[in-house]
Each structure stands twice: as structure tokens, then as C-alpha cells.
Nanobody, 122 residues
């Protein structure tokens, strides 16, 4: 029920904006972006709470990435600036009835988008 888009190939230092739309009305409390690099576990990038808009970022993206939402459009966005080659991964959006504690783990989310590839060249 989640549709992600916006990935692509960009040079280091460039920017991309990912979008994720939920096509069904959801009772989720949080939405998030995760990434998964080849051969690695899925990792949290950022979360945003639907009510209030509280955000959380993993240390590696603080100051470079911004998560935002549009409640009316049931959409969440990830603006990625100053991209680095190590940001290369498949990015997944997720929605779920997470709590503040579980919102930073994949287990807090029950709905996942199909993933969008982000490749940053050096």
C-alpha cells in the first residue's frame, strides 16, 4: 500500500528527493525511511510521527537529510543533500503503529514500500 519513488543516480555532493505515498488510509503512528545496502541489514535513516511531526535521524544523515510529511496527501518525503557514495542503497519507506521505542527498528513497521535505488557516484 506504499508507493516510493525518486531514487536515481547522482554524483557525490548532489541531492535527491524521495517520495512515499500511502494509498490506503492508515492508522499508523509513524512513517520512516530505511536503507539496505547489498549484503547488509536494513538500517534506519529517519522517522517522522504523523501527529506532531516529531522527527528522528540516524547520526550518519543528520544535517544532510530532512524527512517531512503531508498529512492531506498521506505522503512522506526524504530530502537528501550532500550525498556520499556510502549513501548508496535501496531505500524503503515504511508505516506502522510504532511506539517511540520501536519506531527506530524495522519491527515497528507493518507496511513497506517496494524500495527505490539510490546510487551515489564518487
Amino acid at each position: 500500500q506504499l508507493q516510493a519513488s525518486g531514487g536515481g543516480l547522482v554524483q557525490a555532493g548532489g541531492s535527491l528527493r524521495l517520495s512515499c505515498t500511502a494509498f490506503e488510509r492508515s492508522v499508523s503512528t509513524y512513517m520512516a525511511w530505511f536503507l539496505q545496502a547489498p549484503g547488509k541489514e536494513r538500517e534506519l535513516v529517519a522517522t517522522i510521527r504523523w501527529n506532531g511531526g516529531h522527527t528522528y535521524y540516524t547520526d550518519s544523515v543528520k544535517g544532510r537529510f530532512t524527512i517531512s510529511k503531508d498529512n492531506a496527501a498521506n505522503s512522506v518525503y526524504l530530502q537528501m543533500n550532500s550525498l556520499k557514495p556510502e549513501d548508496t542503497a535501496v531505500y524503503y519507506c515504511a508505516a506502522g503503529r510504532a511506539t517511540m521505542l520501536t519506531s527506530t527498528t524495522p519491527q515497528g513497521y507493518s507496511s513497506w514500500g517496494q524500495g527505490t535505488q539510490v546510487t551515489v557516484s564518487s
